[in-house]
């Protein structure tokens, strides 16, 4: 935390006193802290109370004072970590569409980095779908971080879920999310499906999000590594501050790979790459014939890359080759097979019934040791952490 950069958002619910405390707790530890609150925050805490405990002024109305630049930009560019408390429904749903209606959400907008929500609400609000969607939308297209409100007595006087999590808790999960323990690694993660085009409007792949591949990218990133993602045709936005390469087929991929693995201090491949591809490219849409009932297409074996890097790197400590699993049986022993096969350092292994397509994840880490860490049910965010804690485990062991 010490010498951090760090915007408190503070949006109006009845939490906001709390987060008086939270900023304390934060300039305690060494953090600088800028503050920046909704007007409707300001109906129940003062911006007085902020400015005094950050030694800073806070920053409430789009059209304020400002010395110069463009307050919403400068502000979102002045810190590494957003810690919004707490997050109202109200807040959620306009950082979930990209809204810019008021100071606090126009400099969400344009923060390009990592961001930690402290929801709070009434139960009702908290389980509404639009509620549960828009978190779901935060966490997934936008990678954020949340610390979920704890059940109890309510501000509207029911008893539920919706009360702000505690402070000691949010700046504990900001801690976490502020450390730097990979600086100075390199990392090659590889994300997605890979396309093997048949004719020019047709291919074969596989249903992939590259959800994971993208979650280790921010993770390492946002823990200070250098980080490349080489990444198959995906829905997802390039994370910040990684550097992306796009590519389709797993020739390209395996191509990509093998021109960065030896700069590399450990590789990632979470693609899920075809293992067959056609035999040619059709240069023209195929045609179907009168009466053709039937219709074979000639596939080749790809490469296997993770194998092939197994074979240059296999018996060196770097580059760590990370391989990973899907499975639907057997899943430890077939995982140690695969990990033995392909000469992996780390392999992760998972149901498909776990996690494939979701945004949560059951995994098992296990090393050549035959060591297993089962992650349980986790996000993937937080699936991504472990696996590099495991990363970094093997690299510093
Ligand atoms: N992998 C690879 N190249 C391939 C196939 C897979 O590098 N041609 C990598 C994946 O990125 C992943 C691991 O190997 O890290 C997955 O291995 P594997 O289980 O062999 O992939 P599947 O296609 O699921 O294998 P199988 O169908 O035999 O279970």
């Known amino acids: 935390m010490k010498d951090l950069n760090i915007l408190l958002g503070v949006t109006g619910g009845i939490a906001a006193y709390k987060s008086a405390e939270l900023c304390r707790l934060f300039v305690k530890a060494g953090a ?44 979102a560019n002045s810190a590494e970590l957003m810690v919004v408390a707490p997050a109202t429904a109200d807040y959620l749903a306009r950082a979930a569409t ?23 609400m009434n139960t009702n609000m908290w389980n509404n779908p639009a509620t549960v969607a828009n978190l779901a939308t935060l966490a997934s297209r936008h990678g954020w971080h949340f610390v979920e409100p ?11 879920a919706g ?53 280790v990218a921010r993770a390492a990133a946002r823990r200070g590594a250098h980080v490349e993602l080489v990444s198959g045709p995906v829905n997802l936005p390039h994370p910040a501050a990684v550097e992306c390469i796009s ?38 849409k195929l045609k179907k014939a009168p009466g053709e009932d039937e219709r074979t297409i ?14 240059l790197y296999g018996e060196a400590k770097r580059p760590l080759l990370v391989g990973f699993a899907v499975e639907t049986q057997d899943l430890l022993e077939a995982a140690k097979a695969k990990l033995a096969a392909k000469k992996a350092h780390l392999l992760v292994a998972n149901l498909a019934s776990d ?9 098992q880490i296990i090393d050549r040791g035959g060591n297993a860490r089962d992650t349980g049910k986790v996000s993937k965010d937080a699936l991504a952490d472990l696996i590099c804690d495991s990363i970094l485990e093997k690299l510093l062991g």
Do not use: W
């Not at 990209?98 to 907008?109: E, K, M």
């Not at 993660?189 to 085009?197: I, L, N, S, W």
């Not at 494939?356 to 059951?362: A, H």
């Open 355 to 363: 996690g494939f397509g979701g945004d949560t994840n059951r995994a």
């Open 150 to 160: 704890g059940a109890g007595e309510l501000a509207c006087g029911t008893s539920g």
């Open 298 to 311: 000639a596939l080749v074996r790809n490469p296997d890359i993770l194998a092939g890097l197994g074979a």
């Open 98 to 120: 990209g809204r810019a209606s008021d100071l606090i959400s126009s400099v969400t907008l344009a923060f390009a980095k990592t961001v930690l929500a402290a929801p709070s």
């Open 32 to 75: 600088r802290v800028q503050v920046v609150m909704s007007q409707a925050a300001t109906e129940f805490i003062t911006p007085l109370t902020f400015q005094t405990l950050s030694g800073r002024p806070v920053h409430v109305s789009m059209f304020g004072r400002v010395e110069s630049g463009v307050e919403h930009i400068d502000l």
């Open 247 to 284: 590519v389709r087929s797993a020739l390209e991929l395996e191509a990509e790979v093998r021109a960065r693995a030896s700069s590399c201090d450990a590789i990632v491949m979470t693609a899920a790459v075809a293992d067959f591809r056609p035999a040619a490219i059709a240069p023209h």
């Open 163 to 215: 009360r702000m999590a505690e402070p000691s808790e949010i700046f504990a999960a900001a801690s976490a999310l502020a450390r730097r323990d990979m600086e100075g690694l390199r990392l090659l993660v590889t994300a997605g499906p890979t396309v093997e085009d048949i004719d020019p409007v047709r291919f074969i792949s596989n249903r992939s999000t590259g959800k994971m591949g993208y979650a």
